[in-house]
């Protein structure tokens, strides 16, 4: 049955206060096949959105007249049952019956069991066929500064929740914002999320939380300003370099710098320990809900600007503007201090004054900025800086990934947990590829790589008969002189066990001007295959709303199914980044046959961002569309195969021993 078209909501969904008769059932059952599986167990009240807005106030009642509402949404558990009981009975030829199907799950599970079956359920039938969960992003200002949840009482929020539910949406996205929460140190007011919680509950959605120590405000898409804690805040102004800092002084406020994840200058407590105690009250406060099958599914990590793993090196609020190379940001006392540090180790004491002195500013084009433009990134001060800058950088999300580790997926080990990179795809066409640079996406030496991820020696142990081996392998480090920014990255979350979110899935290369090298399609693909050479799932999201003005990008969407979709990438890039691969890890690379290989699908799409605007009726078709040829593989882009080399690869072991059989898996 074909999902229905976003707007086509009935009133009574989600309650049962009324029991349906049978002839009622059946008429709803045959009156469109645009109408939704819940559509069997609405209420009486059968009108649509628009019906139930034009009502009368008389016709509303309160809450506590209304008929209690039913917490687990039935329609996706009944879905379950039905197909389970029926592959049981095999050559079973009654028909399916709503009625009798309640009856069932009324007597065999409990109401909360049911819904949390429901919700689990949804988006592993989407991936199982192949398909790409699709999430929404709710309104940033979903809970203001003062902990006020603004939307709680707007009835269009309450249906677009419904109406994404229905067209076939999983789940939808919240920034849990540090500054709405903690608004004084050690106090965490956790109501206006428990009552969103409920919302997206009774909708028969899930819920994706992001751990917000960021604030809002200051840079793409931020249409809100949403500060941190004033404690906080407080806090910067006793010591100035808790910020980011650029080679001019400006001090950045949006989010705590990476340096200082260490240092007691917040009321006795490190950053780090605010982190963790912040996310051990959310655990408490929503236990229930972390469970297996709970209502919510997946936490994302925020360890930087707009929540993202990178440093703000462009930032509109001091003046960026795309597509500006940026700027790097160490030059904070704790950042000059470490930097010196590694300086002297390194034997080259003078390069620990600062960062490069000719790497532009944050409007420069690349080849205003003789750092990039004449190589000086790829000799000996260059690397060597470069790699401290990238290493401070994954290293700060390991020490971030710890911290969730002790604090939630120690008590949750069900909940997914990832994080999220930014799509830094202008400038990318260029060998230096300078604004990734300056955002900390930087190629690391193979020795900090090796120590960062601690596999130094994790696989280098030599037995009888090795020695060709160990020469391979310095064959292979003499080639690959240093790791890229992705290789590294991947190997991290694979060994934290968490998910990569990565932006910019709906662009391309066409939608800028050729001066500005952009390859958005080109990093998506390095960054797909570095993760599934690694077993890490990626979940993708679009950097840039895709509507407006009345109607959809229609290219963009189709970019999105596309790019959600298994893709092929070509032999030479496979054996680049596994030759990349293999030598963090101390081994000499296998590379088979030059045959293309196929990467797999996404693991979900979050999509940016829920609005009024998008309720409108001339997105309904268009949406709906999106939505069902992401959650049917059968839709838009075809399947890869043929001709195409499907690899296995998993994290230690040898990638290519059969070549023709073998399939890359997350």
């Known amino acids: 049955m074909s999902s229905p078209v976003l707007g086509n909501h009935t009133k009574g969904c989600g309650t049962v206060a009324h029991k349906p008769t049978r002839k009622q059932l059946h008429n709803r059952r045959g009156a469109s096949s645009l109408l939704s599986p819940t559509s069997h167990l609405v209420g009486k009240n059968n009108r649509r959105y628009n019906t139930a807005c034009s009502a009368s106030a008389s016709s509303s009642s309160s809450e506590a007249e209304r008929a209690p509402r039913c917490e687990w949404h039935a329609p996706e558990g009944l879905q379950c049952l039905v197909e389970s009981s029926q592959s049981a009975a095999s050559g079973a030829s009654e028909s399916f019956s709503p009625a009798r199907a309640v009856g069932a799950l009324a007597r065999t599970t409990s109401t909360e069991e049911a819904m949390r079956n429901a919700l689990a359920r949804s988006a592993e039938r989407c991936r199982a066929r192949g398909g790409v969960p699709v999430t929404v992003m709710l309104p940033l200002d979903c809970v203001d500064q003062t902990g006020l949840l603004r939307y709680a009482s707007q009835r269009w929020f309450e249906h677009a929740l419904k109406s994404l539910k229905a067209a076939g949406c999983s789940g939808v996205m919240v920034d849990v914002w540090w500054g709405a929460v903690e608004r004084s140190p050690g106090e965490y007011d956790w109501a206006p999320y428990r009552q969103l919680l409920e919302q997206v509950r009774r909708a028969g959605l899930r819920l994706q939380v992001v751990m917000a120590f960021h604030a809002c405000g200051g840079n793409v898409n931020d249409t809100v300003n949403l500060p941190l804690p004033r404690w906080v805040l407080d806090a910067g102004d006793d010591d100035p370099d808790l910020w980011y800092t650029d080679r001019g002084g400006n001090r950045n406020r949006e989010c705590i710098s990476l340096f200082a994840d260490e240092q007691s200058s917040i009321l006795g407590r490190t950053p ?60 904070d006392k704790r950042a000059l201090a470490s930097l010196a540090e590694a300086a002297e180790e390194f034997g080259q004491p003078e390069w620990g004054l600062g960062g490069p002195d000719d790497a532009g500013w944050y409007n420069a084009k690349p080849h205003e900025a003789s750092f990039f433009a004449y190589g ?39 909940v997914m947990f990832g994080m999220k990179c930014a799509g830094v795809h202008w400038w990318h066409g260029l060998e230096s590829r300078p604004a990734a640079l300056t955002a900390g996406y930087c190629p690391l030496p193979l020795s900090r790589a090796s120590e960062l991820l601690g596999v130094e020696n994790k696989d280098g142990d030599q037995g009888e008969g090795d020695e060709e081996d160990e020469e391979e392998v310095e064959n292979d480090k003499a080639v690959v002189e240093s790791v890229p920014f992705y290789t590294a990255l991947a190997r991290l979350f694979n060994q934290n066990r968490m998910q990569l979110a990565f932006t910019c899935v709906e662009m391309a290369a066409t939608d800028h001007p050729a001066e500005f090298a952009c390859a958005p399609e080109s990093l998506l693909r390095e960054v797909r295959l570095a993760a599934a050479l690694e077993g890490v799932s990626v979940l993708g999201e679009n950097a840039l709303e895709v509507y407006g003005r009345g109607q959809f990008n229609h290219l963009a969407l189709e970019r999105m199914v596309t790019a959600s979709r298994p893709i092929s990438v070509s032999w030479h890039e496979y054996s680049k980044a596994t030759s990349a691969r293999e030598a963090i890890l101390n081994k000499a690379a296998v590379i088979s046959a030059e045959r293309d290989v196929t990467l797999p699908p996404l693991t979900g799409l979050t999509f940016l961002r829920l609005s009024m605007e998008m309720m409108r009726a001339d997105y309904v078709d268009p949406w709906s569309t999106f939505v069902r040829a992401m959650n049917n593989p059968s839709r838009g882009a075809s399947s890869p195969g043929g001709a195409n080399n499907n690899i296995s690869t998993t994290a230690d072991e040898n990638l290519n021993t059969k070549p023709s059989d073998e399939k890359i898996s997350v």
């Open 272 to 331: 780090l320990q605010c982190y963790e105690d912040f996310m051990r009250s959310f655990g408490d406060a929503f236990e229930r809900d972390l469970q297996r099958g709970g209502a919510i599914s997946e936490v994302l990590v925020g360890c930087g600007p707009c929540g993202e793993l990178r440093y703000p090196s462009y930032p509109e609020a001091l003046g960026w503007r795309f597509p500006g190379v940026g700027e790097f940001q160490c030059y």
């Open 376 to 414: 000086r990134w790829n000799q000996e001060y260059g690397r060597f800086f470069l790699g401290w800058y990238g290493h401070q950088l994954l290293a700060h999300g390991e020490r971030l990934m710890g911290v969730a580790d002790r604090a939630l997926r120690s008590r949750f080990p069900h």
